[in-house]
């Protein structure tokens, strides 16, 4: 679809940020999706840009992927352990060829396993990562500095920004194109 | 068989290699030219029936061969003395036909030692020195009359300068001698102990020596348990806690040649208690008021303090040798091992007598009392054999060995035996040997002996040979064992009778046969008459195929016939044979007895080139790969030696290194050492393991049977540095630990 | 290769309708002497190797069946027993349950089969047994080039790596039943010997199949001498022996 | 594990049939060379199988069901791999012992 | 002063959109974005790499991307101890396994001892990482990467050994359980088969566990490499999945390591009772207890923290991180590392006394002997216990750098041979009397023993070079989300909840 424009302001302090916050968002009539704030260390939610409802419905849905690779995991490990069982048909130490409590250690191990595949893929569809296509970003960003990114569908808006954001004390503005 | 070929491939050689050949190598199956005369049956293989040779028992096996190799050696379930089963020695027999040590051409001492020689020129060598000899020449064997000793004897029997001798086991002449002491003709007094209830060994190391180990285990177990109402009950007296002992239910330290008198003490209570409870015996009266007079100065009371034991242990001895009859007395090597060895023996034969009295009908007892019916065929099948039984033993030894020094002989034959070895030193057997001008040892492997002979002839394994065999231990039951090649040769070895039959006859001597096999179809035919149970309707040939088929003639039919009354003149001469002379004892001064014995796996010393009997434990010591002395601890900690140090033994003979295994089951003042180990010439895994017992041992001999007292020495035991790892099976503590298993 | 779903569908080995043979062996201490004739037959029917001077020297000598001497009492009454120790054919054997790869297994006719080319080394079933009496090969086993003609071919030659244990002769159990099969009669009691029950010259082994009611080996089994080895362990070895005698028989 | 008729069977017939054709000639210097003739194994099992012809012929299964259509081949080749599923297949199909002893001694 | 002048102070944090409610606990973060205000005396603020984050991301990333030449020459050794190791055990495999002492009856030898010191060392990062992560004990900030990086190492270490012990490496394939044209399984019944999933899955646990937390210094990482030209930007700018720390990633990041701890929590315990009832699970008398599940982890943890402790000691000093790492958490770890230490005697002598009072013959008859025979195992042992018990209750002693390396090193070697004492005297000693025997280990597996030890420390100083060693992000947080509260006289220091 139509090409974007981004500006990314870099801010020394939190303050300053979080003043610049809200003026781009009423100026444009930003959507959700749209701001996102950098930072090289975790600021609690909405600390620095007021997107508690943006997070919301991730948050509420992160927890599924871990939870559901458990219930695969324990069907797995049943199969594994208890199905090979059945199937070799052999008795061994007196025990039957299906046993309970060794399929449950084995069942046990393989919904841990599957639960942390699940965590790591919540963490990677939802913060969409594997993507290293070079966006718009700022290594300063990572000594310290705060950005501001916005995304704008004009050319003229993304300079509107650019001012917005300066006067706000932002002390270096990067205006790019398709690259949010 | 049909052309004796020497296809070293003949056999088809896809035998199982080994596991886990990863690369799908693509292996070659070779197929023979000829089958074997019935076939060769790849998958089960076919089972012979031969007599095992490890030693003169005359044990009849079965032999499994797939694809013309020899696999598993079993006993012969119909064979009256194996009786199915066979020895540790035999089992590992089918191993050394495949091994790597086997001579394979004949060797003629040169300059420069050995240098091998062609089969023919062999041939050529020997029979130009049997016209020269003139019939001055001896021919010494392993104790065994089979067919090799009746060819020897057929050919060179009549001349005057010729001798036929046994090197049969120590102590096993004895027996025979004892036995013939008292009858007319020399025969091992032969104890039933399979139907007795109540048994006394004095010494008898049955169960791990002696002349058949298989035979008589089968018969301590249908002692012990072939009975559903009886348990059969032994008593051992001797100085050694053998594995033979182990099982008896009472083990009974008595000093070193005090045997025969224990003997005559039980027999002195055992015809008190007849005459005192009058017990109606063919026995006439006044026989019985003799003998308890002559016996008056043996009470127990009187000899307890020599035999170092209560004397109601002597009475408890006796008392059950009534009550439990049929009861047996069984002599063995503690008794013949002595000077007084044939007086004991009589002292045993005496009890035997009078338990087979009391117990008249139950036992097959007493072999010379009750001449079996055909008693001359055996002594015939013996003689036939070209050996008689004074041939055995260590007196016609000693003869040989003068007559070697005097040079009466030009040449000698040793077959199958290694006299340089497993003689006593005081015999000086090798320096003898060296005097005679040229000696051809027969052999499967290079000894000592062929090491010092001038001419070795690698003969067949006793799995590829022709063979009769007249076990001359025999149970009651005329035996003529047969053995016949089960597989081909496997190394280019030609059998050792042939041999001398082909050299006799170049040099023109008057041979019973051309070949062995012949040999053995004569004899079959000689004695087919006699033979009863064999079927008549078969024509000679087919015989002798069924013969083979079985594993030789026995005739069972003569076992169960009842047993006749004693005549009364054997009865009269115990009179005056019932004494107890004094033991003497070589090297009196020494502290310690020295009790050499044969183990159940080196036997004489022919087991040690062979790995599996090297590496079976010995069944009291657990002991493996090792040679070893037993020392009660309380004399090791007098000595302050633990397991493993090295102690010195000495006699005036010698003296030897050995590391020390205290043993509980062996009184203070006696030294066991085993016999077979410290070979010098024997192959890479016998060579300098251990030492040698016999080079302690004197020349002492019997003085009625001329037997080897080789029991009758005392030797110096001292602590030498240095220790050896005991490669043992069992844990030093654990063995003590068997209440785990609450036997 | 097969899919999942055939595999599903495989008809299992249906043990119930096979199992009419439970084969089991009974040693009577009574008549064991100790002679270790059995050790030797063992070794010659089922290609065990030796192992040479300084191996046994640490304890790794292969022999299946093995004599213990056990020593009590001190002289002069020392009394000596001997107990012949093979691997007990556990009905309830804990070295089964802990094979990682099935490469040993109980199979329908009681034998504690071990299957020498499944075995990966390691080495856990050894430590689970109780008796102590399975052997693991440390080295290749060697036979040298003449001696291998003697080796057994119904027997394979375990490689280095490979825990081997007696088998109770499965080979000549299975010759056994296929004579049986050929003739088409049933198998009779002492058809079937294993090398060591065949050659003891006592008589102290026997062997037979414990379900059929009129063969030596029941009889003795219920005859009230039969004990089996660590009872209290649950083990239910198919392998019993009859207690010896009492010795205190004289005084 | 098979094993292969000795040289005097052959001998017998081809005596006088096909006496001349190539290798019958090889086999007849190999019997009168008395040389025993060293047959290169197409179909062979890794030390580890222990094979019994017997029982399979007991249960009349066809020479082709494993060594593939040998009439029509003058010179053996090995068309099935004798792998462990291979057998196993065929044991399970036809209620045959899938038990390990059976062919793992 | 009254609370509002706290209020006051926060407030003119001049946080936009002041309506939040939580304004009040958001302390005032003034002192780490401005260098010349001097805040209050606080933990954080006295070492002058927290005046600005680019110093302080110089500071901790000098250790990855400045080799000294010393570094070299210790790889250098490590690489030949290996090497041996490597040998040792490649003819091992071509020989057989008897080049190793074990025989017998002890068919498991110095070399299992081993595989389960190593799988207890790999407990170290979960507790220190996912315990700490969870109560928020904020001093564990700076060391979490170098425990779980050590959880990961020594799994990896510990993996090996039942490859080395196993007799036919060539078909240990035989316990993966794929589907083969042989139609066989492996044995899932077995304590071994347990063994395998348990360490593979643990494995991959932790490397995730290591991985997510390593993700925001990656990207840390990468910039500066890009910045210089390094030639660890190509796989840095991979593994960074291109982070940019927008807050949506560090949202979905924290929630995520939260989930990794939790399983990671469930998961450690499980594995080394797995391990323990490779030997509970026998009947062999000795082994056979319900003890050793418990034992067995809390002896892992024991043996896992001293080894955090000895690392963090050795890091401080090589790479002189001790403005990161301080005094202040190697005292905080000496603390936790002495609650442990009281467990673990607790459970050796509960293990103990029901041994000794109930004298079971075959149980009590391997204690005596063991007794007997390691007199001296037994006191480096107890010196692991009582000694550490004692010395860590000084916090002189705590805060002292070579007392607590030494010490720790004490409790390694401690617990190494009390399980060595766990694996061979009871084999030895088994239920057969006949077949007693000793065993000592021989030059192999010595050999082979040392250079899994190398083989760590070689990981250990790879991955220093290769990554981040202190956990840049949650320092930074740490920092953040603290600030300090006047109460009374005294300034407190505070955490905003997370």
């Known amino acids: 679809m139509s090409d974007h424009y981004t500006v990314l302001g870099l801010y020394r302090k939190v303050e300053t940020i979080t003043k610049a916050g809200d003026p781009i968002r009423e100026a444009f009539g930003v959507k959700d999706g749209d701001i996102e704030v950098l930072s090289s260390a975790a600021y609690p939610d909405g600390a620095l840009l007021d997107d508690k409802e943006l997070l919301h419905q991730v948050e509420s849905r992160q927890f599924l992927f871990p939870f559901l690779m458990g219930f695969v995991g324990f069907g797995a490990g049943v199969i594994l352990a208890g199905g090979t069982g059945y199937i070799m048909n052999l008795i061994v130490g007196g025990k039957s060829p299906f046993t309970y409590a060794p399929t449950g250690v084995i069942t046990y191990e393989f919904t841990l396993l599957f639960g942390v595949i699940g965590s790591v893929l919540s963490l990677l569809y939802y913060a969409g990562l594997p993507n290293w296509t070079d966006r718009a970003y700022d290594p300063e960003v990572a000594d310290g500095a705060l950005g501001l990114l916005v995304k704008v569908y004009s050319k003229e808006d993304q300079e509107k920004a650019a001012k917005i954001m300066e006067d706000y004390g932002a002390y270096k503005i990067k205006k790019g194109v398709n690259d949010f | 068989m049909d052309r004796r070929s020497f296809l070293k491939l003949s056999g088809v050689a896809a035998s199982a290699s080994v596991v886990g050949a990863c690369s799908r190598t693509s292996q070659n199956v070779i197929s023979f030219v000829e089958a074997p005369n019935d076939g060769a049956n790849p998958v089960d293989g076919d089972w012979f029936a031969t007599t095992c040779r490890e030693c003169n028992a005359g044990c009849g096996v079965i032999v499994r061969t797939v694809n013309g190799r020899a696999k598993k050696i079993e006993g012969n379930a119909i064979h009256p003395i194996s009786r199915g089963k066979a020895c540790a020695r035999s089992q590992a027999a089918v191993q050394t036909v495949y091994h790597p040590e086997r001579l394979t051409t004949p060797m003629l001492k040169g300059a420069g030692g050995f240098e091998s020689i062609g089969w023919d020129k062999a041939v050529d060598v020997i029979s130009q020195r049997f016209t020269e000899a003139e019939g001055k020449l001896f021919y010494l064997n392993n104790g065994a009359n089979d067919a090799s000793s009746g060819i020897v004897n057929e050919i060179f029997g009549k001349m005057d300068g010729f001798l036929n001798v046994g090197n049969s086991e120590p102590g096993f002449e004895s027996l025979v001698a004892g036995g013939a002491a008292l009858a007319d003709s020399p025969r091992l007094p032969f104890p039933d102990l399979d139907h007795a209830q109540f048994a006394i060994l004095f010494g008898a190391d049955i169960f791990e020596s002696g002349p058949s180990p298989v035979f008589w285990g089968g018969s301590f177990g249908e002692c012990r348990r072939g009975r559903a109402s009886v348990r059969g009950r032994l008593v051992y007296a001797g100085s050694r806690l053998s594995s033979t002992a182990a099982v008896c239910d009472l083990w009974l330290p008595v000093p070193p040649g005090k045997l025969g008198l224990l003997a005559l003490s039980v027999a002195q209570v055992v015809v008190d208690i007849i005459i005192s409870r009058k017990l109606a015996l063919t026995i006439p009266r006044n026989a019985l008021g003799r003998w308890s007079e002559v016996l008056k100065d043996y009470d127990p009371e009187k000899v307890a303090a020599q035999l170092e034991m209560p004397a109601e242990y002597i009475h408890k001895l006796a008392i059950p040798f009534v009550d439990e009859s049929p009861s047996v007395a069984i002599a063995g090597a503690d008794v013949t091992g002595h000077v007084n060895g044939v007086a004991a023996l009589d002292a045993v034969e005496f009890l035997n007598m009078l338990s087979y009295e009391i117990g008249r009908e139950k036992l097959r007892i007493h072999e010379r009392l009750t001449p079996e019916p055909n008693e001359g065929l055996k002594r015939r099948i013996t003689q036939a054999l070209g050996v008689d039984h004074e041939a055995q033993g260590y007196k016609r030894m000693v003869e040989l060995v003068d007559g070697m020094e005097q040079g009466k002989y030009s040449m000698g034959i040793i077959s199958h035996t290694n006299p340089v070895f497993d003689t006593p030193a005081g015999l000086k057997f090798k320096d003898a040997m060296s005097k005679v001008g040229f000696t051809v040892a027969v052999a499967n492997f290079m000894d000592e002996t062929a090491a010092e002979a001038t001419l070795v002839l690698p003969d067949h394994h006793w799995l590829e040979g022709w063979s009769v065999q007249n076990p001359n231990f025999v149970p009651g039951v005329p035996v003529l064992n047969l053995q016949q090649p089960v597989i081909r040769p496997f190394v280019d070895t030609r059998s050792g009778s042939d041999i001398i039959l082909a050299a006799a006859a170049a040099a023109k001597l008057k041979t019973p046969a051309a070949s062995t096999e012949e040999f053995v179809q004569g004899k079959v035919k000689q004695f087919r008459a006699e033979m009863l149970g064999a079927p008549a309707y078969l024509g000679d040939e087919e015989f002798f195929r069924h013969l083979l088929r079985n594993g030789g003639w026995w005739s069972s039919e003569i076992e169960n016939e009842p047993t006749p009354t004693p005549p009364d003149s054997v009865l009269w001469e115990y009179r005056d044979k019932l004494k107890a002379p004094e033991p003497e004892f070589d090297g009196a001064e020494n502290p310690f007895y020295l009790h050499p014995f044969q183990t159940v796996h080196m036997g004489r010393g022919q087991g040690a080139n062979n790995g599996w009997l090297q590496e079976a434990p010995d069944p009291i010591t657990t002991l493996m790969w090792q040679f070893w002395v037993e020392m009660n601890p309380a004399t090791a900690a007098k000595l302050g030696v633990v397991e493993g140090d090295m102690v010195k033994i000495s006699s005036a003979h010698g003296s030897i290194t050995a590391p020390v295994f205290p043993y509980k089951g062996i009184r203070p003042d006696v030294v066991a050492v085993p016999i077979g180990y410290g070979h010098t010439n024997y192959g890479k895994l016998a060579t300098g393991r251990g030492e040698n017992v016999m080079t302690l041992l004197g020349a002492k001999q019997d003085t009625d049977s001329g037997a080897h007292a080789w029991r009758a020495q005392k030797v110096k035991v001292e602590k030498a540095q240095g220790r050896m790892k005991m490669l043992r099976n069992a844990h030093p503590e654990g063995e003590y630990k068997g209440e785990v298993f609450q036997l | 290769m097969r899919t999942l779903k055939e595999s599903i569908k495989v008809k299992s080995f249906n043990y119930k309708k096979h199992n009419d043979y439970s084969w089991s062996m009974i040693i009577d201490l009574d008549r064991c002497n100790g002679c270790g004739a059995c050790v030797i037959g063992c070794q010659a029917e089922n290609n065990v190797a030796t192992v040479g001077e300084e191996e046994v020297g640490k304890k790794r000598n292969m022999h299946w069946l093995r004599i213990e001497r056990y020593i009590e009492g001190e002289y002069p009454h020392v009394k000596v027993r001997f107990l012949p120790m093979m691997c007990q054919h556990c009905a309830q054997a804990p070295c089964e349950s802990v094979c990682p790869v099935y490469a040993t297994y109980h199979n329908p006719e009681g034998l504690n089969v071990q299957v020498y080319n499944r075995c990966i080394g390691t080495r856990f079933c050894g430590n689970n047994c109780p008796y102590s009496v399975r052997y693991f090969n440390w080295f290749d086993s060697s036979f040298p080039e003449p001696v291998n003609n003697q080796l057994n071919p119904d027997v394979s030659v375990r490689e280095r790596g490979v825990m081997e244990k007696c088998s109770l002769c499965m080979q000549r159990i299975r010759r056994g039943k296929d004579t049986a099969k050929d003739e088409g ?52 070895p198919a392998v019993k022996y009859l207690k010896g005698g009492t010795n205190d028989v004289i005084g | 594990m098979a094993s292969i008729p000795s040289a005097d069977r052959c001998v017998y017939c081809h005596d006088y049939i096909k006496a001349d054709a190539p290798e019958i000639v090889k086999v007849m210097d190999h019997y009168n060379g008395d040389k025993p003739i060293e047959w290169v194994k197409v179909f062979d099992l890794p030390d580890h199988v222990w094979f019994n012809h017997k029982r399979h012929i007991a249960k009349d299964v066809p020479c082709q069901k494993c060594h593939g259509p040998v009439e029509t081949m003058d010179v053996v080749s090995r068309t099935n791999e004798f792998s462990m599923g291979f057998c196993l297949a065929c044991h399970q199909e036809n209620e045959a012992p899938t038990d390990c002893w059976t062919c793992h001694t | 002063m009254s609370l509002d002048d706290n209020v006051k102070r926060s407030a003119d944090a001049g946080v936009a959109g002041g309506h939040h409610g939580d304004v009040m606990a958001l302390p005032e973060i003034e002192s780490f974005r401005d260098p010349e205000t001097k805040a209050a005396k606080a933990h954080y603020d006295d070492a002058d790499i927290y005046r600005d984050e680019k110093g302080f991301n110089e500071h901790t990333l000098r250790p990855m991307f400045f080799t000294t030449k010393s570094y070299f020459i210790f790889t250098l050794a490590l690489g030949l101890v290996m090497a041996q190791g490597l040998g040792f055990f490649v003819y091992q495999t071509f020989v057989g396994l008897g080049m190793a002492g074990i025989h017998e009856p002890v068919y498991w ?37 170098a425990a779980e990086a050590m959880t990961a190492f ?31 399984w492996p044995n899932f ?67 995520c390591s939260l989930f990794l701890a939790v399983i990671i929590l469930l998961i450690a315990p499980s594995v080394h009772t797995i391990v323990s009832w490779d030997f509970a699970m026998t009947m062999t008398p000795g082994w056979h207890t319900t003890i050793f599940g418990p034992y067995f982890v809390v002896g892992a943890i024991y043996s896992g923290i001293a080894a955090v402790i000895t690392l963090m000691i050795t890091l401080r000093i090589l790479f002189n991180l001790d403005d990161v790492i301080r005094k202040f958490h190697i005292d905080a770890l000496g603390k936790l590392l002495l609650v442990i230490a009281i467990i673990w005697t607790y459970f050796y002598f509960c293990e103990f006394i029901t041994n000794w009072y109930s004298h079971k013959p075959e149980e009590w008859e391997v204690m005596a002997w063991q007794g007997h025979r390691f007199p001296y195992h037994l006191m480096v042992m107890l010196g692991g216990s009582c000694l550490t018990i004692f010395c860590l209750s000084w916090r002189r002693f705590r805060s002292c750098m070579p007392c607590m390396f030494a010490l720790t090193l004490l409790v390694n070697c401690g617990m190494y041979i009390e399980r060595y004492l766990i694996v061979v005297p009871i084999l030895s000693r088994r239920d057969n009397p006949f077949m007693w025997t000793d065993y000592t280990p021989t030059i192999t597996e010595v050999g082979i023993i040392v250079a899994s030890f190398a083989y760590f420390i070689f990981l250990y100083a790879i991955f220093i070079k290769l990554f981040p060693i202190v956990t840049m992000a949650d320092v930074k947080e740490g920092v953040i989300v603290s600030g300090d509260v006047r109460l009374g006289r005294h300034a407190v220091r505070v955490q905003v909840k997370e």
Request: hydrophobic share 45%; net charge positive; glycine share 8%.
């Open chain 5, 109 to 145: 030898g110095a070399y299992i001892a081993t595989f389960v010191f190593w799988v207890g060392m790999s407990h170290s990062g979960t507790i220190v990482s996912s315990i700490l992560r969870l109560t928020q004990a904020n001093w564990r900030r700076p060391i979490l990467r």
């Open chain 5, 154 to 184: 020594s799994l990896m270490v510990a993996g090996l050994f039942p490859l080395i012990h196993v007799g036919r490496l060539w078909r240990a394939y035989y316990m993966v359980p794929l589907p083969s044209q042989r139609m066989l």
């Open chain 5, 189 to 255: 019944k077995s304590p071994l088969m347990w063994d395998f999933c348990a360490i593979n899955i643990y494995l991959t646990g932790s490397m995730t566990f290591l991985y997510i937390g390593l993700l925001p210094d990656l990207a840390v990482a990468r910039d500066k490499a890009i910045a210089m030209g390094n030639w660890r930007r190509h796989y840095l700018k991979v593994l960074a999945l291109g982070w940019r720390g927008s807050h949506r990633e560090w949202s979905v990041y924290n929630k």
């Open chain 3, 185 to 236: 009669r049933e198998v009779q009691d002492g058809d079937i010997q294993p090398a060591c029950a065949q050659t003891c010259p006592t008589g102290a082994i026997t062997f037979g199949n414990i379900n059929d009611h009129e063969s030596k080996v029941y009889k003795m089994a219920h005859s009230g001498r039969a004990i089996s080895l660590f009872e209290e362990k649950g083990t239910h």
